[in-house]
């Protein structure tokens, strides 16, 4: 392996942009900013600009692809042309939008009450606008919001955050660099409603120790990032009803 | 876009023999919660690639197929070799299988499988330089899903781990204009064996090893790789079930029991060198 | 009374309590499954939501815009999940012949009707069906949509709302269970004064005095107009 030139955690103990290992990047949330959608959510992330969509329950066309006791849902997770330094040249689905869509679905799928709807299908659109690390996990987070600015119901709100490894430390929240050069990226997505995990992915090396300590701090990242959605859903409701 | 797949028409008996059964810490098969079916490791299947072995996990059949190639080297990494794994889901391999180009489970697979082999750093990437920042080896795994009878995972990376332990690099060299295949070969050299342990995610409770039944009925898989002592270079949930924390841990330490049982296997067939 | 906010996920109750609108049960708990406002009364719990849409139910009264023809009927825009169908013989009767008629003729793409909803279940789209002298094609008027579920408000106890806007207005308003409402005048003003009536009503749904305010809003709307 090549030495790294980057020092990732100085010996103040601080990360590249200042942080602590446990602390989050600055997190905003912006609800109901699309007209046309029937819910949506933008967030901000440290550098990420992410933007959720949602349309729907709607009927499904082709026929073939509806449920008859269910809702169908159907996810894209995409990223802008322009959200990387290297501009994409091709706007076919990439291997990694293709799987990210499918885990992000799946995360999703449980918690949102389906079979209140038959035959209908749930479409949720997440645009990566401007990536730095951890885009799956800001995505699933604002698309929680996106839905239930939409008014779907669901069992409850998901937030999702990444823990990892850097210079031998376990932090919290990577961004695009500590995810390249780091020793390993553990994302996670928690629904605190019931206490369970519904996305879990994890690369790089861990030692079983280490394993149990990222996940831990990355549930504590959910937990943390579920106490700003309600903050900005409140506040969204409160701004709405006057 | 990813698309809440139609669910494969699975009996009902059947759905719910397999959850009265597990309250009871019981399989259909009656196999404990922890135990893999039979395995069977064929090295040296397919003569024509470099490397290859055919895995049989209980019905479920996968060949994976290793060929080496020459080309320039990823800018950002001028002296590592070049992996790449992709996986097929033949037609003929299942009713549910459709012809065409590889959809989402299919690349999710061949992802897993990559990622295991990559961040594990099993093939010594350093190794497979011929001129830094020019030429490279590049080695192409292919998974060929034959039968799928359960838990592809498993079957794809001990197939993988297996056909790369055994393939034949054909050594080239450096020439005036380029390079040039020799006549001679050496082994791939492995500096880690990543192998994944796979179970479905039923209520509270893990099986190992799903078959083809349990899968379906139960629709979700959770993955560990591991690779020597205790160290994990991959895991994913594949499927919509939610976890619980207890649940993941507690996979991790049988994950790693398991593997054990499965690298012996591949030291008992010579495919691995014991230590 | 002003009730507490929830969003989905929190517990609004735990305990022996029904279950209403928008809530669903984990063990002991009764956790609010939309964005609104925790309701409970008479042992029951529900969420009045922000955001909800409407789903068919057999009988209501529903405002629809035609949004494709068909041979034998007409898909309808209720502003559901569900597109409704509206069966050629609500017009022509037993006489319907698709050869001799034109739907076309009688209801286009983008026209406005009233119906009631004659059947739906979870197998079937909604279908509508002209049951009464008001129902059928609507040649003019407004069409505002507002939140289903706050629909109730604009009708007020027995339509005390409803009626106070139309007399002071002058507007006649037609309610649709599914969240649209016709609003027919000559006047332009009336029509906008009414329309920002509906909005600031969705708005307040919750807040009580609502009726009072309302009165207050309408009646310096039409003392601006008389300046």
Request: proline residues 5%; contains cysteine; charged residues 25%.
């Amino acid at each position: 392996m090549t030495e790294s030139e980057v020092r990732l955690i100085d010996e103040k103990g601080l990360r590249v942009d200042g942080r602590r290992p446990d602390e989050l990047r600055p997190i905003t949330f912006k609800i109901g900013v699309l007209e046309n959608a029937n819910g949506s959510a933008y967030i901000e992330q440290g550098k990420c600009k992410i933007i959720a969509a949602v349309y729907g329950p709607h009927e499904v066309h082709p026929r073939h692809l509806s449920m008859p006791h269910r809702a169908v849902l159907r996810c894209r997770y995409h990223m802008a042309p322009f959200s990387v330094p290297d501009r994409r040249k091709s706007p076919a689905p990439t291997r990694r939008e293709i799987e990210l869509s499918k885990v992000i679905r799946e995360a999703l799928e449980p918690i949102i009450f389906t079979e209140l709807y038959p035959r209908t299908a749930i479409d949720i659109f997440i645009e990566v606008l401007q990536a730095d690390g951890g885009t799956r996990c800001a995505g699933l987070t604002v698309a929680s919001l996106a839905l239930a600015d939409a008014g779907i119901p669901l069992r409850g709100l998901v937030a999702a955050c990444a823990a990892g490894k850097v210079d031998g430390k376990i932090v919290l929240d990577l961004n695009d660099v500590e995810d390249k050069e780091g020793e390993a990226d553990l994302p996670v997505a928690y629904i605190p409603a019931l206490n369970k995990i519904l996305l879990l992915q994890m690369d790089g090396i861990l030692s079983a120790s280490e394993f149990k300590e990222a996940i831990n701090l990355a549930l504590e990242g959910c937990k943390r990032i579920h106490s700003l959605q309600v903050e900005a859903l409140r506040n969204r409701y409160i701004s709405m009803e006057g | 876009m990813s698309v809440t797949p139609q669910r494969s028409v699975i009996s009902r008996i059947l759905m719910e023999d397999i959850k009265r059964l597990a309250e009871q810490g019981k399989r259909v098969d009656g196999r404990s919660f922890k135990e893999y079916r039979p395995i069977n490791v064929i090295t040296d299947y397919a003569k024509k690639a470099d490397g290859s072995a055919l895995v049989e996990l209980g019905t479920t059949k996968v060949l994976v197929g290793v060929k080496i190639q020459v080309g320039t080297p990823f800018s950002d990494t001028p002296d590592k070799g070049i992996l790449t794994v992709n996986a097929e889901f033949l037609p003929l391999a299942s009713e549910s299988f459709e012809p065409g180009p590889p959809n989402e489970d299919a690349i999710s697979l061949a992802r897993y499988v990559d990622r295991g082999l990559r961040e594990s750093d099993a093939l010594d990437f350093s190794s497979l330089v011929i001129s830094p920042g020019e030429w490279v080896y590049m080695v192409m795994v292919d998974v060929y899903v034959l039968d799928h009878g359960g838990n592809l995972i498993d079957a794809s990376t001990l197939a993988a781990l297996s056909a790369l332990a055994t393939t034949k690099l054909p050594i080239y060299e450096l020439t005036d204009n380029g390079v040039e295949k020799t006549d001679e070969t050496r082994p791939l050299r492995l500096t880690h064996r990543p192998l994944s342990i796979t179970f479905a995610v039923l209520g509270d409770n893990l099986l190992l090893d799903p078959n083809i039944n349990e899968e379906n009925a139960i629709g979700t898989l959770l993955s560990y790789t591991i690779f020597d002592n205790e160290h994990i270079c991959a895991c994913q949930k594949f499927g919509p079930n939610p976890l619980s924390l207890d649940m993941v841990l507690e996979g991790f330490e049988t994950a790693c029991e398991k593997y054990k049982t499965l690298l012996d296997l591949l030291y008992r067939e010579a495919i691995l060198n014991g230590e | 009374m002003t009730n507490r906010i929830v969003l989905p996920g929190d517990v609004v109750a735990e305990g022996r309590f029904r279950i209403g609108e928008n809530v669903y049960r984990l063990g002991n708990k009764i956790i609010a499954s939309r964005v609104g406002l925790a309701r409970i009364e008479k042992g029951v719990v529900s969420v009045i939501a922000l955001h909800s849409f409407y789903m068919p139910q057999k009988g209501d009264t529903v405002i629809g815009i035609i949004e494709d023809i068909g041979i034998t009927n007409w898909s309808v825009d209720i502003n559901s999940p569900y597109v409704a169908v509206l069966p050629a013989t609500s017009i022509f009767k037993r006489n319907f012949d698709p050869v001799k008629h034109d739907l076309k003729s009688e209801l286009d793409i983008g026209d406005v009707i009233i119906a009631e909803i004659l059947q739906f279940d979870r197998t079937i789209d909604p279908i509508l069906g002209f049951k009464s002298r008001e129902h059928g094609k609507v040649k003019d008027g407004l069409v505002v949509e507002m939140t289903p579920s706050k629909i109730p408000r604009l009708i007020g106890r027995k339509a005390s709302m409803l009626n106070m806007i139309q007399k002071k207005t002058g507007c006649k308003l037609f309610i649709g269970q599914n969240g649209r409402v016709l609003i027919h005048s000559q006047d332009k003003a009336m029509i906008d004064l009414v329309v920002k009536v509906i909005r600031r009503i969705e708005r307040e749904a919750h807040v009580s005095g609502l009726t009072d305010r309302i009165s207050k809003m309408l009646d310096e709307g039409m003392e601006r107009r008389t300046k």
